[in-house]
């Protein structure tokens, strides 16, 4: 296996900057230096990126700046003793240790479980120490060499007999030790998530406290046994990602922070745990809810505004795969059956079959043969459409009540397009469903009970009061919004039309993937239902959509071809996937630039999609598929049009993004490129 760290990466007692940000590119530099990383900007961009999501500071003087990187190729380890200290966000103050650790994104286990030891090595005084008084670059290497090679700390979920055996004997004569779990994980997933599991072991053990800890790294996970989780009096969360299988913890005290708080205050965090414990109104693990607690907020959690969020873009992700399917089938049914196949459908695919091909059938079907395929493939098309308020609500509800929540929402979706509240009451009725499943699944009931609660009395009790208010309420109300908004949108022509698309063409550019561009994309597929050859709107509201998504990404392409040496080599890439990407339909294509450059790329962007949304409406394109871009063209009514509006868009947009990286900023790529490599 290649060695993680050589002495031409190791720096000692030099300056290097006096903020993270310097410190982080000269680290980044040498590891390109040693032919470990392709490019120096694209490992920087991402380190630094991690680091301002959460500081990579720890207690003693230390910070462990890390991240995942395409432009890695080996994993590897640089360090830095500092002279002066620099402030990582530690909250006892700068580190003079800092130790950089990249990783490539197809990491194997094993190195990545190497880089997690050398992470866990870092809370031990006598390993520090030993590095800060090493007085050569070949001492820091032979440390770290031996901190690999040592047993690693026994914090994990495989740790529990030592465990348990030594919590038996804790505690005061005649008691029963206090027992608590945890779990700890962060995006990346190498360092703070088994750091923090170590200092909370530790803080633990010193307190007599039994306490085993999931990690959920990328080095992998043992699941906790549930008897285990089953014996706990309480439960600690230090992560900065959603924990997967919170259900596993359904009615235990809950103490919920960052895994950061799990390395800086670990006492504290077990002080709290057993406070909970001993509280029989703490906060608790809903049942069957995937972990939520009965607070809209934690330390360091979401606030209800962030999870509303959340569960809307996790009904809409959820809904997509159907809508875009259904909607491919049924352009295919109309290139075989004839846009008329509507008519016909029901009829063909009931009394017809492969040896009795239909008589009757459109003029324009491709022969009685394709009338019979295109009648098959848009009624299977027209059916998974169907499913799009159901799963839409569904899986709102799932967002905010993970399982129990997903049949109240599957059948308050049913409800809202039996009512005719359409989308906005598939929203309502997920949120509803969603709500109502997670109100109930923190209700303290019999152990004997809470076996039933997720799959039982959760879905009944939801199901009744959500789909009831829909029925009794607030059905007929939300349908009357529908049906004025369609009927609003149908009547739009001429100047009113233009601005619509001009406003979609907006929503579509500026977050690209993100709530902004979902709500748009799924206020245009929801239409489809009831788009026919006498209302064409909704067709020419998808068109819009379709066509002013398609351009971030083919901008950014057109822009990496035009002028090179604007972007990285990260980039360059990233412009070359992007041509498929965009001609697909695919906005997140853009997504690398716009992280890179938000303040040019979203802008530029924005302009560009406008434009292609007004040419759209203008011109009257129709699409009857709500996804595949330029692969769909047979659902496209006016093509050419189509094409000549992305292209005008993605024009202005790449040369806009040129324009503001040339002018709108004080130094050039080149210049960040040319950054001296210290060895």
Same mark, same amino acid.
């Given at each position: 296996?290649?060695?993680?760290?050589?002495?031409?990466?190791?720096?000692?007692?030099?300056?290097?900057?006096?903020?993270?940000?310097?410190?982080?590119?000269?680290?980044?530099?040498?590891?390109?230096?040693?032919?470990?990383?392709?490019? #120096?900007?694209?490992?920087?961009?991402?380190?630094?990126?991690?680091?301002?999501?959460?500081?990579?500071?720890?207690?003693?003087?230390?910070?462990?700046?890390?991240?995942?990187?395409?432009?890695?190729?080996?994993?590897?380890?640089?360090?830095?003793?500092?002279?002066?200290?620099?402030?990582?966000?530690?909250?006892?103050?700068?580190?003079?240790?800092? %130790?950089?650790?990249?990783?490539?994104?197809?990491?194997?286990?094993?190195?990545?479980?190497?880089?997690?030891?050398?992470?866990?090595?870092?809370?031990?005084?006598?390993?520090?120490?030993?590095?800060?008084?090493?007085?050569?670059?070949?001492?820091?290497?032979?440390?770290?060499?031996?901190?690999?090679?040592?047993?690693?700390?026994?914090?994990?979920?495989?740790?529990?007999?030592?465990?348990?055996?030594?919590?038996?004997?804790?505690?005061?004569?005649? *008691?029963?030790?206090?027992?608590?779990?945890?779990?700890?994980?962060?995006? *990346?997933?190498?360092?703070?998530?088994?750091?923090?599991?170590?200092?909370?072991?530790?803080?633990?053990?010193?307190?007599?406290?039994?306490?085993?800890?999931?990690?959920?790294?990328?080095?992998?996970?043992?699941?906790?046994?549930?008897?285990?989780?089953?014996?706990?009096?309480?439960?600690?969360?230090?992560?900065?990602?959603?924990?997967?299988?919170?259900?596993?913890?359904?009615?235990?005290?809950?103490?919920?922070?960052?895994?950061?708080?799990?390395?800086?205050?670990?006492?504290?965090?077990?002080?709290?745990?057993?406070?909970?414990?001993?509280?029989?109104?703490?906060?608790?693990?809903?049942?069957?809810?995937?972990?939520?607690?009965?607070?809209?907020?934690?330390?360091?959690?979401?606030?209800?505004?962030?999870?509303?969020?959340?569960?809307?873009?996790?009904?809409?992700?959820?809904?997509?795969? %159907?809508?875009?399917?259904?909607?491919?089938?049924?352009?295919?049914? %109309?290139?075989?059956?004839?846009?008329?196949?509507?008519?016909?459908?029901?009829?063909?695919?009931?009394?017809?079959?492969?040896?009795?091909?239909?008589?009757?059938?459109?003029?324009?079907?491709?022969?009685?043969?394709?009338?019979?395929?295109?009648?098959?493939?848009?009624?299977?098309?027209?059916?998974?459409?169907? %499913?799009?308020?159901?799963?839409?609500?569904?899986?709102?509800?799932?967002?905010?009540?993970?399982?129990?929540?997903?049949?109240?929402?599957?059948?308050?979706?049913?409800?809202?397009?039996?009512?005719?509240?359409?989308?906005?009451?598939?929203?309502?009725?997920?949120?509803?469903?969603?709500?109502?499943?997670?109100?109930?699944?923190?209700?303290?009931?019999?152990?004997?009970?809470?076996?039933?609660?997720?799959?039982?009395?959760?879905?009944?009790?939801?199901?009744? #009061?959500?789909?009831?208010?829909?029925?009794?309420?607030?059905?007929?109300?939300?349908?009357?919004?529908?049906?004025?908004?369609?009927?609003?949108?149908?009547?739009?022509?001429?100047?009113?039309?233009?601005?619509?698309?001009?406003?979609?063409?907006?929503?579509?550019?500026?977050?690209?993937?993100?709530?902004?561009?979902?709500?748009?994309?799924?206020?245009?597929?929801?239409?489809?239902?009831?788009?026919?050859?006498?209302?064409?709107?909704?067709?020419?509201?998808?068109?819009?959509?379709?066509?002013?998504?398609?351009?971030?990404?083919?901008?950014?392409?057109?822009?990496?071809?035009?002028?090179?040496?604007?972007? *990285?080599?990260?980039?360059?890439?990233?412009?070359?996937?992007?041509?498929?990407?965009?001609?697909?339909?695919?906005?997140?294509?853009?997504?690398?630039?716009?992280?890179?450059?938000?303040?040019?790329?979203?802008?530029?962007?924005?302009?560009?999609?406008?434009? *292609?949304?007004?040419?759209?409406?203008?011109?009257?394109?129709?699409?009857?598929?709500?996804?595949?871009?330029?692969?769909?063209?047979?659902?496209?009514?006016?093509?050419?049009?189509?094409?000549?509006?992305?292209?005008?868009?993605?024009?202005?947009?790449?040369?806009?993004?040129?324009?503001?990286?040339?002018?709108?900023?004080?130094?050039?790529?080149?210049?960040?490129?040319?950054?001296?490599?210290?060895?």
């Amino acid at each position: 296996m290649t060695q993680l760290i050589t002495t031409e990466l190791v720096d000692l007692d030099q300056n290097l900057g006096s903020t993270p940000e310097a410190v982080i590119r000269h680290l980044a530099s040498k590891v390109a230096a040693t032919g470990r990383a392709t490019e #120096v900007e694209g490992l920087f961009a991402d380190a630094y990126a991690r680091e301002q999501k959460t500081a990579t500071g720890i207690p003693g003087g230390i910070a462990i700046p890390h991240c995942r990187s395409a432009a890695v190729t080996e994993p590897t380890l640089a360090m830095a003793r500092l002279d002066p200290k620099v402030d990582f966000g530690a909250k006892d103050g700068p580190a003079d240790l800092v %130790f950089f650790i990249a990783a490539p994104d197809g990491a194997d286990q094993a190195h990545l479980k190497l880089l997690s030891k050398l992470a866990r090595s870092l809370i031990k005084k006598d390993f520090t120490a030993a590095l800060r008084n090493a007085s050569s670059n070949e001492e820091i290497v032979a440390l770290v060499d031996g901190a690999l090679a040592d047993k690693p700390a026994a914090s994990a979920a495989d740790a529990a007999p030592a465990a348990a055996a030594g919590a038996a004997t804790a505690g005061a004569p005649g *008691t029963a030790p206090k027992r608590i779990v945890a779990v700890t994980a962060c995006p *990346t997933g190498i360092a703070h998530t088994y750091m923090a599991a170590d200092s909370l072991v530790a803080a633990a053990k010193e307190m007599g406290v039994d306490l085993q800890v999931e990690t959920q790294g990328s080095s992998g996970a043992k699941p906790l046994d549930p008897a285990v989780i089953a014996a706990a009096d309480a439960v600690i969360f230090a992560v900065d990602v959603d924990v997967r299988g919170k259900e596993r913890f359904a009615g235990k005290p809950v103490i919920t922070a960052p895994v950061k708080r799990g390395i800086d205050e670990p006492g504290k965090m077990v002080q709290e745990a057993l406070a909970a414990a001993a509280d029989p109104n703490s906060r608790r693990v809903a049942a069957g809810s995937g972990g939520s607690t009965e607070d809209t907020s934690t330390a360091g959690g979401e606030h209800i505004g962030q999870k509303l969020k959340k569960a809307l873009l996790t009904g809409v992700s959820y809904m997509i795969p %159907f809508v875009a399917g259904g909607g491919l089938l049924i352009a295919l049914g %109309f290139l075989l059956g004839g846009y008329l196949i509507t008519d016909f459908a029901d009829t063909i695919v009931t009394t017809n079959n492969l040896f009795n091909l239909p008589t009757e059938y459109p003029d324009n079907a491709v022969g009685p043969l394709g009338a019979y395929l295109g009648a098959v493939l848009f009624k299977i098309g027209a059916l998974s459409m169907g %499913f799009l308020v159901p799963a839409l609500a569904g899986y709102i509800a799932y967002g905010i009540a993970d399982r129990p929540g997903i049949a109240p929402g599957f059948v308050a979706g049913a409800v809202a397009g039996f009512t005719g509240a359409g989308f906005l009451g598939g929203i309502v009725g997920g949120l509803l469903a969603g709500y109502i499943a997670y109100v109930i699944g923190t209700w303290e009931v019999p152990r004997w009970l809470r076996g039933l609660m997720p799959v039982v009395i959760i879905p009944l009790l939801a199901s009744i #009061v959500a789909s009831g208010l829909l029925f009794l309420v607030l059905g007929a109300p939300i349908a009357a919004i529908t049906t004025g908004l369609n009927s609003w949108l149908s009547g739009m022509t001429g100047a009113s039309a233009v601005v619509l698309g001009v406003i979609l063409g907006l929503m579509m550019c500026f977050d690209l993937g993100g709530p902004v561009n979902k709500v748009a994309y799924s206020f245009a597929v929801a239409g489809l239902g009831t788009a026919t050859l006498a209302n064409q709107a909704p067709w020419q509201i998808m068109a819009a959509v379709m066509a002013a998504g398609m351009v971030p990404p083919l901008a950014m392409a057109l822009a990496t071809t035009l002028d090179k040496k604007r972007f *990285t080599a990260t980039e360059h890439e990233n412009g070359k996937a992007a041509w498929l990407l965009g001609a697909s339909f695919i906005s997140e294509g853009a997504i690398p630039f716009a992280a890179a450059d938000p303040l040019r790329v979203i802008p530029a962007s924005m302009l560009g999609g406008a434009i *292609t949304g007004g040419i759209t409406m203008a011109a009257g394109v129709g699409s009857k598929a709500p996804h595949g871009g330029v692969f769909v063209f047979f659902a496209i009514d006016n093509f050419f049009m189509f094409l000549l509006a992305i292209a005008v868009g993605t024009v202005v947009t790449a040369f806009s993004v040129l324009a503001l990286k040339r002018w709108a900023t004080k130094k050039s790529v080149d210049t960040v490129e040319q950054v001296p490599v210290t060895v």
